[in-house]
């Protein structure tokens, strides 16, 4: 067996050496509480500006409409649940059917309390259109939330539209771009989007570290209740050596942006091109708009899981869906959402390159999938 081959940057990605030299200072010796008023707190004060105007400046926002969170989850749960209980006239939030389960549990969970929630379905290809959005909203929506980029099929949705449409009905619209930030390039001023949440180990940063980002005017109530960091808005001592590494990480990322898509979309190409020099049949899900590097692919009457563990012995890590539901055999929520037929559902992984892979691993990812499917 050669070396271990990671192609599930979709679950999580390869710390950037960059972000973690950055971090190591914060941890060891600058490791003062940045709410003290004493001069060992100036530093680490100073990291966190510097931290979000880095982050506002890569994706199209201002240094103050950047929260630090926990995470993607933490981000998603806070937007879900605060919205839902500030507006008693407005009580009811659509979102769609294949959102990630850190949306679609925290509906779940408003819905338990009352507030009504509808699912969107989207078309075969894994797209919202503003036409589908403008059918689920009434008077009394108050909440839009829509992912950017789905982390199973990898499908990007016409935001800006999505938003101006929330907006035409005086609704808020939130999206959850965890799949998506550090890998398209993203203005949030341009998209006119009031909510984004965004995770760190999702673009080569550090785990457990993510930002929502809040449009100016806003108003979104405090999740965690407590001392008084992030404007009042989310308590807790910063982890300042993670929010480091992440602005490190996706500074890194953004500033290569393009060079990255261009390697990731001939990655994609050559994969592609193997399996169809031998003759392999699959279908590619997501449509055309998908992010760089993401394959879903069907393979009809085979098993998506006995593949992922076969490649897992030969060194290769792949998904059959999305990492959170990866113990599970049944067709995922996002394949049912695009009703695949079970023939190919059932037969479906996912390929998720980085910017790390090489060609060499493609070519070995064929080798695998060769010696499995033929
Ligand atoms: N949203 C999406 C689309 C994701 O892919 C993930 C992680 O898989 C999350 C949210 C959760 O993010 P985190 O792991 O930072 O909590």
Known sequence: MGAHIYADNAATTKLDTVAFETMTPWLLEEYGNASQLYAFARKPKKALVEARATIAECIGALPDEIYFTSGGTESD???????????????????????????????????????????????????????????????????????????????????????????????????????????????????????????????????????????????????????????????????????????????????????????LVNLEKLLLARLDDAAIAYKHNGGKYRLPGLLSLSFPGKDGEAILHRMDLMGICISTGSACNSKDTEISHVLKAIKLDEKYAMGTIRISLGKYNTEDDVERIVQGLKKILL
């Open 77 to 263: 749960n806070w937007v879900i649940k605060s919205s839902a209980f500030s507006d008693p006239d407005k009580r009811a939030m659509v979102t769609t059917a294949f959102e990630h389960h850190a949306v679609l549990h925290s509906c779940a969970a408003i819905e338990r309390l009352g507030y009504p929630v509808v699912y969107m379905w989207p078309t075969a290809e894994g797209y919202i259109t503003p036409d589908i959005l403008e059918s689920y909203i009434t008077d009394s929506t108050r909440l839009i939330s829509v992912m950017f980029a789905n982390n199973e099929i990898g499908s990007i949705q016409p935001i800006r539209e999505l938003s101006e449409t929330a907006h035409a009905h005086g609704a808020l619209f939130h999206t959850d771009a965890v799949q998506a930030v550090g890998h398209v390039k993203i203005n949030a001023h341009e998209l006119g989007i009031d909510f984004l949440s965004a995770s760190a180990h999702k673009f080569n940063g550090p785990k457990g570290i993510g930002f929502l980002y809040i449009r100016k005017g806003v108003d979104l109530k405090p999740y965690a209740d407590g001392g008084a960091q992030e404007s009042a808005h989310r308590a807790g001592t910063e982890n300042i050596a993670s929010i480091v590494g992440m602005a490190a990480a996706l500074k890194g990322n953004c500033d290569t942006l393009e060079t990255s898509q261009k390697h």
